[in-house]
């Protein structure tokens, strides 16, 4: 009986086309649901089940493949110029730096000079840089490639160089002043030119 009365509840919910529904009790007893009217029976009114429509949902995006970073390694770091240990002599205490790398510089990096652990020269793509007015004597030489965020991708060890550079007094020394070099070699001031003979 409960299956029947299941079926039929079932049956009125989901057909919105079932108009009318009937019941009686039959002469064992039983309860009867039925859509046909019969004698004694008595109509229920079934009312129209809620519907709701279904929004489609759209299908996943497929998920993106990340591209696979590179590493950010090189095999090799140096400084070709100046050899370790190396001695500078220059009066104005200039010097050439240059870098090596391999592989080559990738895109993002930037090579830079430190002296004596502090930055000098860089960021920059060429691995030649010109350091000036270096103080006289022996410093730490250092380089390394770094990322447009500053980060340091490789370093170099710190290598010793020895800058020399000629005093005024020794440079007039190996090259007398003339007159024609006051006032225009620094190690001739006009000061200490002579005065003319009368």
């Known amino acids: 009986m409960s299956r029947l009365l ?35 029976a008595t109509r229920i009114e079934v009312h129209p089940s809620n519907a709701i429509s279904a929004t489609p949902v759209p299908p996943p995006a497929p998920a993106r493949k990340r591209a696979k970073k590179q590493p950010e390694h090189y095999d090799m770091l140096r400084i070709l110029i100046p050899e370790p240990d ?15 790398s391999d592989p080559p510089l990738m895109p993002n990096h930037g090579y830079r000079v430190l002296v004596d652990g502090n930055v000098v020269a860089g960021p920059a793509v060429s691995p030649v840089f010109q350091l000036k007015n270096l103080d006289r004597g022996t410093h730490q030489l250092a380089a390394e490639i770094i990322d447009n965020e500053e980060t340091v991708i490789e370093r170099t060890p710190a290598q010793p160089f020895h800058m020399h550079r000629i005093s005024l007094i ?11 070099d006051y006032g225009v070699r620094p190690e001739c001031p006009l000061a200490d030119k002579p005065e003319d003979d009368e």
């Open 6 to 40: 299941s079926a039929l509840l079932l049956l009125a919910l989901s057909s919105t086309a079932l108009a009318e529904v009937y019941t009686y009790v039959d002469p064992q007893g039983n309860r009867v649901y039925t859509d046909k009217p019969h004698a004694n």
């Open 86 to 100: 190396a001695s500078i002599n220059d009066a104005s205490g200039n010097m050439i730096v240059t870098i090596n």
């Open 170 to 180: 020794q440079k007039r020394r190996n090259n007398p002043c003339v007159t024609a």
